[in-house]
């Protein structure tokens, strides 16, 4: 596969392997699988957050943030 870049990369999983598991991590001692779809739909809302609050694209930020992929 050909990529143009990290993001396309990303984003292209949503639509070729919606439904497989992207991510696991554990919740109240049970394993929960995170699949393409919630992964890529909760990076748009992140970017969505930002767009809120006035980030545009080529702007600038850091963001601090464990690694981690839980939903808050």
């Known amino acids: 596969m050909n990529y143009i870049n990290l993001a396309d990369m990303f984003f292209s999983k949503r ?4 439904s ?5 991590f554990k919740k109240d001692g049970q ?4 699949t393409f779809k919630e992964a890529v739909d909760q990076s748009e809302k992140l970017a969505a957050g930002l767009a809120y609050y006035g980030i545009n694209k080529g702007d600038k930020v850091a963001l601090i943030s464990t690694n981690r992929v839980e939903k808050i």
């Open 15 to 18: 639509r070729d392997f919606a």
């Open 31 to 34: 394993w929960v699988d995170l």
């Open 20 to 24: 497989h598991t992207a991510y696991r």
